[in-house]
């Protein structure tokens, strides 16, 4: 029993600073972590890079997953003094992280939780979070996935209160009494513009979606094409949703009684994601609604969790495939452009469903088809996302491409045939010369 409603109040007024305070309260060397993507707060964020910018601080670390706006901690100024590590490089952090201003840490998102109880001691924590309610309970909102572990591994702990914050379910919750301060710091949240889907988007999308059966539990990546799959879904009956990412192309299955969640074998009748990123009409949805529940990500992303539903269906975007079915989806050659995310856990957890498969999305050119995303090997420096031993389904606009369990060669035809045809004969010479063409 954490105590009674007046206590927490009593709680609050005590440990009530404002920004400005808590930023006082970070020391050089700090490592400090952030709440995912939109969790990130504003007010104290702001505060601290305030004081590295007048020199105060030195050393002072600040890891994220996705930084979500064009942050004054990611100039170069700042570089060993409020410097940011990306777990998954956004477009915001791309510039700092290739230019050698800002780190980032290679990770498959299932770990996080592991590297920070095995690999890494965090100084502090800070989280953006919903009012406290009467009991004295703070919700995440948007993201759960490192949060309570982070919580009990730093030794000072930081929230910034914000009216906007929707109140969300499940593994999402922190008390009064586990604080050190709180802050308040009422903006609206950032939201995530629906990504025009164009005729090849609309191609993947439907190859895609006529081969999930009813009853499938689905996770989608994040990008155009693996959320056009979601609207040539509506046909379809009783999908669960298993994901890391909530969208909005899942709001509209619900309400539209396509998503029950009632076929699956875990978590039945429950929504299950490590954390959202959409509209506001996304965030109303959410709010107080305890059929979508958020969890620690060493929970939604462990493969072995994953498998357990039947008929599992992962959907992704790449940046590019080797012949033998490596994939790249974090990397334009050396210089990281994203992280490696979940992808793998998603993979490999619909790889050992009963009935599941994967599928990995790229469009067959870039750059006005002048370049082809299916390559004999992959750019030198390409960071490996995927294997080529876990890849199942790999897709473009011309066909999807079924690598698991194939031979070599078998790999090398299949994506040929799924390559754009003016480089289907390119291909097949580079294939024969690496003695793929048996």
Known sequence: MFGSKEDVKQLYAKKYMKAEEIAEQIQSGDICVSSDAYGEPQGIVE??????????????????LLANRPWEYLSED??????????????????????????FLPNNYSDVPTFWKECISPDVAYMMVSPMDEHGYFSFGLSASQNRVVIERAGRVYLEVNQYMPRTSGD??????????????????????AIPLNEKDHKIGAMIAERIPNGATIQLGIGGMPNAVGSYLKDKKDLGIHTEMFVDSMVDLLEAGVITNSKKVLDRYSSITAFAMGSQRMYDYIHNNPAVKFCPVDYTNDPRVIAQNPYMTSINACVEVDLLGQVCSESIGSKNISGAGGQLDFVRGA?????GHSYICTYATAKGDTISKIRPTLNVGAHVTTPKGDVDCIVTEYGIAELRGKSASQRAKALIAVAHPKFREELTAEARKMNLMI
């Open 47 to 64: 505060a601290i890079t305030k004081r590295a910018q007048k020199g105060e601080l030195v050393g002072v670390e600040h890891h994220l």
């Open 78 to 103: 700042l570089a060993g003094k409020f410097t940011h590590t990306a777990w998954f490089t956004s477009g915001y952090s791309r510039g700092a992280v290739q230019g050698g201003y800002a780190d």
């Open 172 to 193: 999402n919750f922190i008390h009064i009494r586990e604080v050190t301060g709180v802050c308040e710091n009422h903006q609206p949240l950032p939201t995530l513009g």
């Open 351 to 355: 790889n050992w469903s009963k009935g």
